[in-house]
C-alpha cells in the first residue's frame, strides 16, 4: 500500500488503528476508529456514531462499489468524522467518492499530484444531489 494518505480535511489525522466491525461490536467497546470490508453492513455503526472518530471502508477491487453506499449511509445518518477510502482507489473514483461522503484516501498506488487536481477539477456543476453539499445545476437554474 501507498504510505500516503490524501485528506480533505483541516483536523489532524486519527493515528489509532482500524479495528475489525466485529471486534468493535463485540470487543473494543473503547476503539474510536473501526474498518469496515466490502461485506459489512454500516448500519450496525450507526448507533456508535459519535463515539467514533475514523471509519475506514476496503475497496478491495475499483470494481467492488458497495463501499460509496456505506459512505453515504454514515454520512446521510450525521457521522461527522474521517471516512477513509482504502485499498483500490483509483484517481478517477476519488472525485465521486468525495460526494459520497469519503474526506480521506488511502490508495494502494500512488496518485500524481497534478492528475489529482485535473481530477477533481473536471466538472463545475452536478446533476445529481450526494451527501457532501453541492448544488445540482437543475436546482441552481430553477432555485
Not at 463501499?67 to 478517477?92: K, Q, T
Request: proline content about 4%; aromatic content about 8%; glycine content about 6%.
Amino acid at each position: 500500500m501507498a504510505d500516503t494518505v490524501l485528506r480533505f480535511r483541516d483536523d489532524a489525522a486519527h493515528e489509532e488503528p482500524a479495528i475489525t466491525l466485529d471486534a468493535f461490536l463485540v470487543q473494543q467497546t473503547n476503539a474510536t476508529a473501526v474498518r469496515l470490508e466490502a461485506g459489512d453492513d454500516a448500519r450496525a455503526l450507526l448507533p456508535h456514531l459519535d463515539r467514533l472518530a475514523l471509519v475506514e471502508v476496503s475497496f478491495p477491487t475499483f470494481r467492488d462499489g458497495r463501499g460509496y453506499s456505506a459512505a453515504r449511509i454514515l454520512r446521510e445518518a450525521g457521522y461527522e468524522g474521517e471516512l477513509r477510502a482504502e485499498g483500490d482507489v483509483l484517481v478517477d473514483q476519488l472525485p465521486l467518492m468525495r460526494r459520497c461522503g469519503f474526506d480521506s484516501f488511502a490508495p494502494q498506488a500512488e496518485i500524481d499530484a497534478a492528475a489529482l487536481e485535473r481530477s477533481l477539477d473536471r466538472y463545475d456543476y452536478r446533476y445529481q444531489g450526494a451527501a457532501d453539499a453541492a448544488v445540482p445545476v437543475w436546482k441552481l437554474r430553477h432555485g
